[in-house]
Structures are given as C-alpha cells and as structure tokens.
C-alpha cells in the first residue's frame, strides 16, 4: 500500500464522522444548558419535598409528568410507586436508565434556601424529619433531562428507550417489586441497564467508574439477647442480659479480624443497642441490630453463620437455660445482593465517557461496602448487564480543601450533604445521554 496515499484518504474518511461526533456533542451541550433552568427548579422542588421509602407518590408523579410532556409513555404505579416511561425509535437496542426516587428519615441541616423542612409520619405511624440525603434528588433529575435530551435527538439513534423511576431504594426493596410485577415481561425487555448515583467524594464535573463489584451485599440482622431479670442488687439472682449482650457485641468483632481471610471484604456492625429502663432494674432483654456487608456469597454465609454460633456460644458461657436462647431474625426481605457491573458494558460505557467528558474527568474508583438494590435488576434470569458509575456532587474547591486539611466531607445521609446543583446535574445529564447514545447506536 502507498501510505503516502491512503494516509489523506484516511482523514479525509474519518473527518465527516469526526465533525458529526462534534455536532451531535455540541447538540447534547446546547440541550442541556437551555433545559437547565428548569431542571435546577425541578430539583429544588424535590429536595425541598421528600418521600420515604414506600410513600414516593409526589416525586413519582413529577418525574411521570415530566416524561410524559418528553413524548415517553408512562406506566404509574408499578411495583409500588414505580413508574416505568417508554420511548420507541424504530428498530434497535433496548436501554433501560433507573432513578431512585425515595429520601430518608434524616432532620436536613444544610442551610439551603430550598432546604426540606418536612415531617411526616413513616409506615409505623411515628413523626420524622425527611431529607433527601443521599441525592435521589440530583437522580431523577438527571433521569428527566436525559429523557428529554435524547427525545430532542431520536434523529441520532434508533431502538427503544426505558426510564424507570424506581422506589423503595433505601430499604432494599423497590428493585425486586418492580421485578416482580413483571418489569422484563410487561415492557421490552433491556439488552442493558444504565444507573447513576452522585458521590459526596469525588468533585463536580466528573465521574468515576469501576468493572466488576462496586458495591456490598447488605444484610440486616436483629438479635434479642434474653436473659432472666431482677433487682440491680441482687445480680447473682439473674442472668443479666446486658453483661450477655455486651460480650457478644464484642466477639462479633473476631469475625472479620479472625475468621475472615484478609482479602475478603466484609463489615460486621452493631448500630443500635438497647435494653433496661432503670438504673437498679437488670432487664430481660437486649435488642441489637446489626448490618452485615461482604461482597462474595461464602462470605456472606460464614458472617451469618458465626453471628449465630457466637450468639448462642456466648448464651451457653453466661448460664442462659436453653429456652432463653438469643433469638436471631435475619431479614431477607430487605436483603440486597452486590452490584456487580459488567465488565465489557463497563468498558463501553466509560470510553463514551471518555470522549464526551475528557479522560482527565473520568475517574477509576473503588468499590465501596455500600449497599444498592439497582444489583437486581442484573440478577434475574435473563442476565442483563447493568453498570452504575458516580458523578461528582461537592464543589472541587472543598474536595481540595478536604484533602489538604484532612477534615471530611458530609458523606451520604449526613444531614449536612448539600450537592452543587449545577455542574453535578449537567455532567450527570450529559453523561447518561453519552452512554445511552453509544449504546442505542449513534445514526
């Protein structure tokens, strides 16, 4: 071949796709800065009026509204308060792209002027604080203006959209409602399923994605250390369930430092413990609550099984008779299993990022013993792939400071964790309509 030749044929070639890349770039950019008047006000509406988990119908019905004024056809009310928006563009690859839509039950303290000052009564009846604390906010915005940059742009790819506004997040059960109500059988089934969640460590602007395991498996454990109460002085007339209870809550911490092999992840965490009500009353219970985190299924079952062995170990050294036992009540309800990204999706998905973003904002980042239900809808029998990444939500001068003075940031669910709206919300818009627009095959 003469190189002297076919190098000019070669740019000459690859120059109009090039300069159809930069249009379509600067088509997205233009979208979303005239859109961004509006999603900064969608958003602000959101945060200022948060839902618990089961109880998202507002915000299900904002983001439906939304997407319906897009084009999309919505499905309310599925799984809960899921909503599920299709888009159809002709003949294609079908993606699905998930929002949570809960918030938590956390007194917000940000100082914002669109700060949540909303109290609600949760599912038991009881009076709390709502916030959107862990940025489902900043989702769903991004979800709709996702949804309305590639419904502006279906001249630039063909194949079937989906937008699934999904509930019940923080509770670990919405994913597997919507799956169970028929999400794969009664709406096209994914060839892919794309998430986003901000992150309060990595700075506005840009992203951060990891192949394979990103986030745990989490469990919940509760445990009721039974004892046999009586008078605070007359202890040897008792089996204190508090002395029991302590003891255990101090062997639980030998399961990951000497049962569990070093390069296996895992967290054992006692979060709550409560018993008695009087200084000279010894009680007859103890109530602990517990999160247990791992990434591989072993692990996950050793941590349950030595919780049990040392809970009842421990009942034997103290006397408990055999009708005492610690009872041990693990919630597979709330279960939720490791999100795993597909590595060769992954792959996909970052350089889309790459070249829309620049690699200097694309960040490689660790996985974390966090925990979210987006895992399942990998999990069924189909096997879809699925890929979340991050997008940065602090302002990169307090990152810079952080790491110079060695202070934390407010992390997720802090009462305190305030994104910056505007670059975190354009680079997730932006990124999501990248990766979507790579994947459904750009015209």
């Known amino acids: 071949m003469n190189l002297r030749l076919a190098l000019p044929f070669a740019l000459f070639a690859t120059a109009p796709l ?68 299709v888009l159809k563009n002709g003949a294609g690859p079908t993606i699905y792209i998930r929002s949570d839509l809960d918030g938590l039950p956390v007194l917000e303290e940000t100082g914002l002027p669109y700060a949540s000052t909303a109290r609600v009564k949760d599912l038991t009846g009881r009076e709390v604080a709502t916030m959107q604390a862990c940025g489902h906010d900043i989702h769903m915005t991004c979800l709709v203006g996702t949804g309305r940059a590639l419904a502006s742009l279906r001249d630039r790819w063909a194949g079937t959209l989906v937008l699934l506004g999904q509930p019940a997040e923080e509770i670990g059960t919405g994913a597997r409602a919507m799956l169970a109500a028929g999400l794969y059988r009664k709406f096209p089934k994914p060839d892919y399923v794309l998430a986003l969640h901000d992150s309060a460590t990595l700075p506005a602007g840009s992203v951060g994605i990891l192949e394979g395991y990103i986030m745990a498996n989490v469990d919940s454990v509760d445990i009721t250390v039974r004892g046999v109460g009586g008078h605070g002085a007359y202890p040897h007339a008792t089996k204190d369930p508090i002395v029991l209870a302590s003891r255990i809550v101090v062997a639980l911490q030998t399961i990951v ?187």
């Open 257 to 443: 430092s000497r049962e569990t092999r070093p390069v296996d992840p895992a967290v054992v965490t006692v979060g709550s413990i409560h018993g008695g009500t009087k200084h000279n009353i010894i009680p007859d219970e103890v109530k602990l609550q517990l999160t247990l985190r791992s990434y591989s299924p072993t692990v996950r079952a050793h941590t349950i099984a030595a919780v049990k062995r040392i809970c009842r170990g421990e009942a034997i050294a103290a006397g408990i008779p055999e009708d005492r036992m610690p009872i041990i009540t693990l919630s597979e309800e709330q279960f939720t299993p490791a999100t795993y990204n597909d590595p060769a999706l992954t792959r996909r998905v970052r350089d889309a990022l790459v070249t829309w973003l620049g690699a200097d904002a694309v960040k490689t980042i660790d996985a974390e013993m966090g925990g979210e239900d987006f895992s399942q809808f990998g999990l069924t029998t189909e096997k879809v792939p699925i890929c979340m990444f991050r997008v940065g939500a602090v302002a990169p001068e307090k990152v810079a400071e952080s790491q110079r003075t060695g202070v934390p940031l407010p992390s997720l669910h802090s009462s305190k964790f305030a994104p910056v709206p505007e670059p975190t919300i354009k680079t997730g818009v932006t990124a999501m309509t990248a990766a979507a627009l790579d994947l459904l095959g750009n015209r």
């Open 18 to 85: 090039l300069a159809a890349d930069s249009a379509l770039k600067s088509a997205v950019t233009a979208k979303v800065a005239a859109d961004y008047p509006q999603l900064d006000a969608f958003y602000q509406d959101l945060h200022a009026h948060p839902e618990l988990s089961l109880m998202e119908e507002r915000s299900a019905g904002k983001v439906a509204g939304e997407l319906r004024a897009a084009g999309f056809e919505v499905t309310e009310k599925f799984g809960g308060f899921g909503l599920v928006a």
